[in-house]
């Protein structure tokens, strides 16, 4: 699997990934939270589901979904909006 964290092939690294898995109701929630935020931003957002890929699962586990802006966690479970804003700023 590739890493969302390393450069495209353009050369440009998502800002933001959301980790999460398929049929989990808070991945959802953050789906749609960075959805919004990316029609105010313009900053666009990486999906990863972590049940494609044994490390991943194996790191994050119960606590998804996770945000990531720059490689950094911002949360997990109930993403705060304000937090991921400040992490874009």
Do not use: K, N, S
Not at 1 to 16: C, F, I, K, Q, S
Not at 24 to 50: K, N, P, S
Not at 69 to 84: H, S, T
């Amino acid at each position: 699997m590739d890493d969302p964290d390393l450069p495209d092939p353009a050369g440009h690294a998502p800002r933001v990934v959301l980790y999460g898995r398929a049929g989990c109701h808070l991945c959802d929630q953050a789906r749609t939270m960075l959805q919004r935020m990316e029609t105010e931003t313009g900053e666009a957002f990486t999906e990863v589901d972590i049940d494609t890929d044994d490390a991943l699962r194996e790191q994050y586990g119960e606590l998804v979904p996770v945000v990531t802006v720059d490689g950094v966690q911002q949360g997990y479970w109930r993403i705060d909006a304000g937090r991921v804003r400040a992490a874009l700023a």
